[in-house]
């Protein structure tokens, strides 16, 4: 996994539980904080936001509805690239940075971090961790109370870190620095939209750098072969309910020819049928997502797909692994997935198969097809970086100054350095695309300075215009088709007997064998059921009524 992918899939959200509120588990009694804002409190403590274009995109942003705007899009790397930042941001200081890793960890003292070090004016030594057991190495510094004095804390392990407690204790207070107009003391931080500041937010004070951000953040969608479709004389615009799509699962399936319609597609489509990611608000009272009459008929309609034959049998045996291969065979044509897979890497992988390859995906749709289609907006970041609260003040504005540097927009001077290196020694320019050298392979690829800090998302795979063009035209479509769910954005801290009941880990066994077709619904029924009475799903839903609902709202 490069680092582009990195950071693609985590702006993306490529997952249902990036699309959870961000939850943290915490022991204590009844008298435990949720860690979650007031709506005044958030006001204050978040910082102003101030966009800063200094790179015209070659397709600009389109605003939706619910504060959902799409990502600027870039055909070319720019030419001119325009300086963000003057002068050496730090002051001589020497940190110590922790990131996770998925990939080889470069040798510590290397060129390019030594070349990072001149630019940022640090010496700052940075400590990349495998990011597979990242989930245990971080707890275990916190237990000693030895973290670094910068680390990077992925939202989806904020219950395994347990970021609410430690925001205060050991996690530093950015609140005097960065709220409201003190921010404009760091241009390229205060370019970060709110949505994404809120994330790192806890009880009413800011603690968090956003790391990667987007206004158009969705868990991902239901992607088909364009070129076969079309070849066929199916376009996307012909698919406007799930009768249609179920149809077209018919058409399409051909097993005498190893040919079937779907791969998994669950994950990315039951929204469709306007189910949230976990809670919903109907006349003043909290549902749960099992308890919404969409949620079933999702459900149904998932069972019949594989009743029918229409899904994979690798599909249905629970085979992702060979997901993409079968896509790119030309095996299965419909796919579920996250947005990161519209990127260099899949259409390279995929005109390798088959050389008039071409990802396309369908819009947002109601699955009835006559109610308004909408789906929901996910967080709006799902990397956030942490200051250590033993740092002093002083320390602590000068690695805001060295954030700000790595948080300079895309194609910016700042921005080639922090992700390409130097020109001549990490990369070249060929035909206007950085280019990594071998050094630049070697100690470039990894994203560790950019989990420290980073620009906002854009839309950008050079060498493959046709993949920018298509994501950001599917954006441009479905923008205003977005909405805020409850609890959007929403630190919430809760006991670990909570958290474990908020994973229905039963209950999701359950709805998986049962859209592969091995179960009914019937016996999801009762696996809810059982979960509500006895596997304390009634008691969290009173929990998350009297802790979150009546004391902050709904975040949207």
Not at 245 to 270: C, P
Not at 326 to 347: C, E, N, P, Q, T
Not at 403 to 424: H, K, Q
């Amino acid at each position: 996994m490069n680092r582009r992918s990195v950071l693609r899939t985590a702006v993306g959200a490529t997952g249902a539980v990036a699309l959870s509120p961000l939850l943290s588990a915490c022991g204590g009694g009844p008298e435990q904080k949720t860690g979650a804002n007031s709506k005044a409190g958030l006001k204050a403590a978040l910082p102003a936001y101030v966009p800063r274009n200094p790179v015209e995109p070659d397709i600009a942003p389109v605003a939706g509805g619910d504060g959902a705007v799409t990502d600027p899009a870039f055909l070319r790397y720019p030419s001119e690239q325009v300086a963000t930042v003057s002068g050496t941001p730090g002051k001589g200081g020497k940190y110590t940075a922790v990131t996770p890793l998925w990939g080889t960890v470069p040798a510590p003292g290397n060129s390019f971090y030594e070349a990072m070090n001149k630019a940022l004016g640090v010496e700052l030594t940075m400590k990349p961790a495998d990011g597979n057991n990242y989930h245990t190495i971080i707890p275990t510094m916190t237990a000693a109370k030895r973290l670094p004095d910068w680390v990077q804390l992925p939202t989806w392990w904020n219950s395994q870190f347990n970021v609410g407690r430690l925001a205060g204790t050991q996690l530093a207070d950015l609140t005097p620095y960065l709220s409201g107009d003190k921010i404009k003391k760091y241009p390229n931080l205060a370019a970060i939209p709110t949505g994404a500041w809120q994330v790192g937010a806890w009880g009413d004070k800011l603690y968090g750098i956003p790391c990667s951000s987007s206004r158009f953040v969705v868990a991902g969608t239901t992607f088909y072969r364009r070129d076969i479709l079309e070849a066929k004389g199916i376009t996307a615009d012909q698919v406007t309910s799930a009768d249609d799509l179920m149809n077209l699962g018919k058409e399409l399936t051909d097993a005498k020819r190893g040919v079937w319609a779907f791969d998994d597609v669950w994950t990315y489509l039951f929204p469709f049928w306007d189910v949230p990611p976990k809670w919903t608000v109907v006349d003043g009272k909290l549902l749960h997502a099992y308890e919404v009459p969409g949620f079933l008929e999702a459900l149904d309609w998932h069972h019949r797909l594989a009743a029918n034959g229409y899904a994979h049998p690798d599909a249905l045996a629970g085979n992702n692994a060979d997901g993409t291969t079968r896509f790119y065979s030309g095996k299965v044509l419909i796919s579920g997935g996250g947005m990161g897979a519209w990127s260099v890497a899949d259409h390279q992988s995929g005109t390798a198969a088959d050389k008039n390859y071409r990802r396309g995906a369908f819009d947002i749709f109601a699955a009835d097809g006559r109610s308004t289609p909408r789906t929901f907006l996910g967080s709006s970041s799902s990397m956030i970086s942490y200051l250590n609260a033993r740092l002093k003040p002083e320390q602590i504005e000068e690695l805001l100054a060295v954030a700000d540097y790595l948080a300079a927009p895309y194609g910016s001077r700042e921005y080639t350095m922090v992700n390409f290196g130097v020109e001549g020694i990490h990369h070249t320019m060929e035909r206007g695309v950085p280019t990594a050298t071998e050094a630049g392979k070697k100690y470039v690829q990894a994203p560790t300075y950019p989990f420290l800090a980073a620009p906002p998302a854009v839309l950008s795979n050079q060498g493959a215009d046709i993949v920018t063009r298509d994501a950001a035209a599917w954006q441009a479509a479905n923008v205003k088709r977005l909405y805020k769910p409850v609890f959007w954005n929403m630190n919430i801290s809760m006991p670990q007997a909570m958290t474990t009941t908020l994973a229905a880990q039963s209950v999701e066994d359950t709805i998986k064998d049962c859209y592969h077709g091995k179960k009914k619904v019937k016996d999801v029924q009762d696996a809810i059921a059982s979960w509500k009475s006895s596997g304390g799903g009634d008691r969290l839903k009173q929990w998350m009524t009297d802790n979150v609902l009546d004391k902050y709202g709904t975040g949207q």
